[in-house]
């Protein structure tokens, strides 16, 4: 299936006028586009925030009956839609719809004085959706019926995060293999890499992840599972508080990582429990020579990791939100493709740090 790339991720929040002010000031996205009661939509409020070739839509909805107020209520604040940029959004959805996807809306097209724009939209796990968008003929801000709010048709240049890596799924136990299924035979995606649970296991918890690929390698689904530990996976407690699968983490490329994390860190981005020293030890061993000043990503704490291809690092928020579901990622990736596995284990005990203080350990 041709994909060019992604479009957008359409976070379903309790409170978008909120939520945007955190993203705009905490995350560094400017403020681009809106549609809500003042342009005549009804039901909802969306507020479209970029940076650089990240566009991120938060949208609440206004009345208890509403889909999206439903979705807040059930799962908490999480992405809804994850979409995708496609040069024919009527074939993607038939190719996917004939090989087992559901379809969620068929083909149609918005318009306005400024052009068109062709969505179609197919479910994926839990009560999420992949949105297909073919914008090539529209010059507006976002889509029709969205009003422009940046004062010259500019975003401002953000603060360095550059573009979406990689977008996470969690599943519920032994289901990961069916929705690596459903990419594989409704999308034409590929697997990349296969972690075993013995490559992700911690001292209490564990988790099973295959990483799904599309759009020539712009696109990629790393899809998670609990896996049997001596205590509750931290993918049972995400299924838990999402009450079902949903997107764990989104992954934003940036290409001064030192640079966006400090900054991000001085707007109040908090970021998992710090990474302890001992993990720098063995880290600089075990990665080797890197640009990047070790005293400043220990400072920050960033972690790092190798593989035949190059190195990445990487760092993780803290949740998004109260319940501890979705969360960020910064990544920088100098030739590695990998997802950080040698991490992992430094990452999950983090985590598990984090997820003992709210006490469902
Ligand atoms: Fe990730």
């Given at each position: 299936?041709?994909?060019d ?12 006028k909120?939520?945007?002010y ?16 003042e ?26 009956d ?6 807040a209520?059930?799962h908490?604040d999480?992405?809804k839609?994850?979409?995708?940029e ?21 083909p ?5 004085e400024?052009?068109r ?10 009560d ?7 914008r ?12 422009s ?12 995060l ?9 599943v ?5 293999d069916?929705?690596?299924s ?42 998670n ?8 996976s ?18 934003l ?28 030890e063995d880290a600089?061993?075990?990665?080797g ?27 993780f928020?803290?949740t ?26 430094a ?12 006490g469902?350990?």
């Amino acid at each position: 299936m041709p994909i060019d790339g992604w479009d957008h991720i359409e976070l379903y929040v309790g409170n978008a006028k909120q939520a945007a002010y955190y993203y705009e000031r905490a995350m560094g996205f400017t403020p681009t586009a809106y549609a809500g009661p003042e342009t005549g939509v009804r039901d909802r409020a969306s507020y479209v925030l970029e940076q650089n070739d990240i566009r991120l839509v938060l949208t609440s909805g206004l009345r208890a009956d509403s889909e999206i107020t439903r979705f807040a209520c059930t799962h908490g604040d999480g992405a809804k839609d994850v979409a995708l940029e496609v040069p024919d959004a009527a074939s993607a959805y038939g190719e996917a719809v004939q090989r087992g996807a559901r379809g969620v809306a068929e083909p149609h097209w918005l318009e306005d004085e400024l052009g068109r724009v062709e969505l179609a939209s197919i479910a994926t796990y839990g009560d999420n959706v992949h949105t297909f968008v073919n914008r090539s003929g529209y010059e507006g801000p976002y889509l029709p019926g969205y009003r422009s709010v940046t004062t010259n048709g500019q975003t401002a240049s953000g603060i360095g995060l550059k573009s979406i890596d990689h977008v996470v799924g969690n599943v519920q136990l032994g289901r990961m293999d069916e929705w690596v299924s459903f990419y594989e035979r409704t999308m034409g995606f590929t697997e990349l890499i296969h972690f075993s649970d013995e490559a992700i296991h911690t001292e209490y918890s564990a988790l099973m992840s295959k990483v799904m690929t599309g759009g020539e390698g712009k696109i990629k689904f790393p899809i998670n599972e609990p896996a049997e530990g001596r205590r509750k996976s931290q993918i049972e407690e995400y299924l838990e508080f999402n009450e079902g699968p949903g997107v764990q983490h989104i992954a934003l490329a940036a290409d001064d990582i030192v640079g966006t994390v400090e900054n991000l860190g001085n707007r109040g981005v908090r970021f998992l429990v710090a990474t302890p020293g001992a993990y720098y030890e063995d880290a600089r061993s075990r990665v080797g020579e890197i640009e990047q000043d070790w005293e400043e990503i220990r400072r920050l704490g960033i972690l790092a990791d190798r593989d035949e291809e190059g190195y990445l690092l990487q760092i993780f928020t803290a949740t998004a939100q109260d319940r501890p579901t979705l969360f960020f990622e910064v990544i920088e990736r100098h030739g590695s493709r990998g997802f950080g596995e040698g991490n992992f284990k430094a990452l999950f005990e983090a985590i598990e740090r984090e997820q003992a203080l709210r006490g469902n350990l």
